[in-house]
């Protein structure tokens, strides 16, 4: 069961992101139903710890294992999803990843998978000076990814 849940007012949401850096190239996704790139990732499930989440996400959307080498930010996010319209309360955790197997390298700078045969998913391999060009979300990506913090920061962003 996800920590995810539903009031009169929005919804509160749970979340685990993972930065993948590769020769100076960020992994960013998006979906089919989405406008905007975003960071690999998903909800935490009940009673799970945020890094088994993280590994668990990247080997559901990309088949390949990582290790959560280290805490990059807490987020503490506010925004209305612009598909459906939603508002949201979120807490993010990033981990800065490194992989245990560099299968996904082979796969090239863009490709495609399929979450559990339903969801088609792209990933774009990204020079990190693009980042601030780019339509990507959580907004704090733009200017944090280029300095990436020795200890955690807590971070707080608000976007309606």
Do not use: C
């Amino acid at each position: 069961m996800d920590v995810t849940f539903q009031t009169d007012v929005g919804r509160f949401n749970y979340h685990v992101a993972g930065v993948l850096i590769h020769e100076n190239r960020l992994l960013v996704m998006t979906d089919e139903r989405s406008p905007y790139y975003y960071l690999p990732g998903g909800r935490v499930s009940m009673n799970e710890e945020s890094t088994m989440a993280i590994k668990r996400e990247i080997k559901e959307e990309l088949d390949v294992e990582v290790e959560a080498t280290q805490l990059l930010w807490i987020v503490e996010n506010f925004f209305v999803e612009q598909q459906s319209q939603e508002q949201f309360h979120e807490i993010g955790m990033y981990y800065l990843l490194q992989l245990t197997e560099e299968d996904i390298l082979k796969r090239g700078q863009e490709f495609i998978m399929n979450e559990g045969g339903y969801k088609k998913l792209s990933f774009l391999w990204l020079p990190l000076e693009k980042i601030k060009h780019l339509n990507i979300y959580p907004l704090f990506l733009k200017e944090r990814i280029m300095n990436l913090p020795q200890v955690p920061e807590h971070l707080v962003e608000i976007k309606e």
